[in-house]
Every structure is written in structure tokens, then in C-alpha cells.
């Protein structure tokens, strides 16, 4: 069975740096894309970042310029590196991995930007 594992500290002060990290378990074979999404509280899950198997990146506008999606095959993780982080970051982030058979997601990290 796999599982995805996030890791990484959750509160940062507005302007800081943080790496969320997405660790499988297990071998994930066949995948598509790779990414990483979130719910503020009162709103709608929203991508976030997002990496192809051929490496090709997509981010949401708000993030642009200043988060990186990344990835080690080797250690089967994915990261998160966020920079310059505003309040309005605020939220749970969620990893996701999504197969041709299966999608997969991480338990959640809960990042507070404070002011």
C-alpha cells in the first residue's frame, strides 16, 4: 500500500522561506503529474503547483515567482519550496500524485503565515 508522507515547518513569518516535502512509501509506478494543492478556511481547494512527468511546471498566479515545485525520483519525494510567503499563504497543503489508475494524496500540512 502506499502512502504519501508530508513533512515540513508549518509556521513562518511573512517574508520567510519553507519546504514542504511529499515522501511515497512505496514504488508509484506510471505517473502522470505531481503536485501540490490547498484549502484556505471559507474557500475552495486550489492547485497550487504542479509537475509533469516530463518535467514541464504549472502554477497558480498567486504563487508565481515565488514558489518552485521540485522533485527526487530517487527518494520517491516531492517538494514544495515557498519563498517570500504573505499571509494570504495561509492554508493546509496537500500533495497529490495521480497515476493512470490512481490519484494519491499526502494527511495535509497546516502553513500559518503570520504578519
Known amino acids: 500500500q502506499v502512502q504519501l508522507v508530508e513533512s515540513g515547518v508549518g509556521l513562518v513569518q511573512a517574508g520567510g522561506s519553507l519546504r514542504l516535502s511529499c515522501a511515497a512509501s512505496g514504488i508509484i509506478p506510471s505517473i502522470n503529474d505531481q503536485g501540490w494543492y490547498r484549502q484556505a478556511p471559507g474557500k475552495q481547494r486550489e492547485l497550487v503547483a504542479r509537475?509533469?512527468?516530463?518535467?514541464?511546471?504549472d502554477y497558480a498566479d498567486s504563487v508565481k515567482g515565488r514558489f518552485t515545485i521540485s522533485r527526487d525520483n530517487a527518494k520517491n519525494t516531492v517538494y514544495l519550496q515557498m519563498n517570500s510567503l504573505k499571509p494570504e499563504d495561509t492554508a493546509v497543503y496537500y500533495c497529490?500524485?495521480?497515476?493512470?489508475?490512481?490519484?494519491?494524496w499526502g494527511q495535509g500540512t497546516q502553513v500559518t503565515v503570520s504578519s
Open positions: 497529490n500524485i495521480v497515476t493512470r489508475a490512481f490519484a494519491y
Open positions: 509537475i509533469s512527468s516530463g518535467g514541464n511546471t
